[in-house]
Nanobody, 120 residues
Framework: QVQLVESGGGSVQAGGSLRLSCAAS????????MSWYRQAPGKEREFVSF???????TYADSVKGRFTISQDNAKNTVYLHMNSLKPEDTAMYYC????WGIGCLDTSYWGQGTQVTVSS
């Protein structure tokens, strides 16, 4: 069973920065990729960023140029570096991992979320 634990959220003023972390455990030998999503009050959960097994990355247009996703494979941890934060970035941020491979479940796991609040 894969478990994800996010951390690093908090309250910042507009223009500030935060770094979110998502530590994963339980992968064993399963292949996996990782993503960040966010959900603001009253809105649907939306995609933020993705990092593939080869290190290639994808970003939502709304965060491109401001957010950077990275990973430390030795620690099974993915990071979301968020710069130039805006009030509209306020949301609960979730990490997600998809697993697959021989002997592995082809499924997705979600973390519990970490709150980011940006004040103007």
């Amino acid at each position: 069973q894969v478990q994800l634990v996010e951390s690093g959220g908090g309250s910042v003023q507009a223009g500030g920065s935060l770094r979110l972390s998502c530590a994963a455990s339980g992968y064993n030998s399963c292949k996996h990729d990782m993503s960040w999503y966010r959900q603001a009050p009253g809105k649907e959960r939306e995609f933020v960023s993705f990092i593939d097994t080869d290190g290639s990355t994808t970003y939502a247009d709304s965060v491109k140029g401001r957010f950077t996703i990275s990973q430390d494979n030795a620690k099974n941890t993915v990071y979301l570096h968020m710069n130039s934060l805006k009030p509209e970035d306020t949301a609960m941020y979730y990490c997600k991992t998809d697993t697959w491979g021989i002997g592995c479940l082809d499924t997705s796991y979600w973390g519990q979320g970490t709150q980011v609040t940006v004040s103007s």
